[in-house]
């Protein structure tokens, strides 16, 4: 099994900026996909983006510019730099890892972006 903890949600102004963390424990290997997720109120579940085990990462057309993640495996850590941030960004943030057969979930964290 595999756990994800999440952190660095919060109240953020526009323009503001806030960094997201997760970090993997259990059953790690090295070859594995990680991402984030987002849920915004009364919208479906959207990709923010993936990033391999290798450093190759796609975004959401709607975060292109402004988000960075980036990974540590030695420490089975993804990060989630967020930039420029508007209120439709507001949302709870979902941290994933894609291994061999099995997908697993955070718990999440909210940002909520406004004045």
């Known amino acids: 099994q595999v756990q994800l903890v999440e952190s660095g949600g919060g109240l953020v102004e526009p323009g503001g900026s806030l960094r997201l963390s997760c970090a993997a424990s259990?059953?790690?290997?090295?070859?594995?996909?990680m991402g984030w997720y987002r849920r915004a109120p009364g919208k479906e579940r959207e990709l923010v983006g993936i990033?391999?085990?290798?450093?190759?990462?796609n975004y959401a057309d709607s975060v292109k510019g402004r988000f960075s993640i980036s990974r540590d495996n030695s420490k089975n850590m993804v990060l989630l730099q967020m930039n420029s941030l508007k209120p439709e960004d507001t949302a709870v943030y979902y941290c994933?890892?894609?291994?061999?057969?099995?997908?697993?979930w955070g718990q999440g964290t909210q940002v909520t972006v406004s004045s």
């Open positions: 994933y890892l894609i291994r061999g057969p099995g997908e697993y």
């Open positions: 990033i391999t085990s290798f450093g190759t990462v």
């Open positions: 259990g059953n790690i290997g090295s070859i594995y996909n």
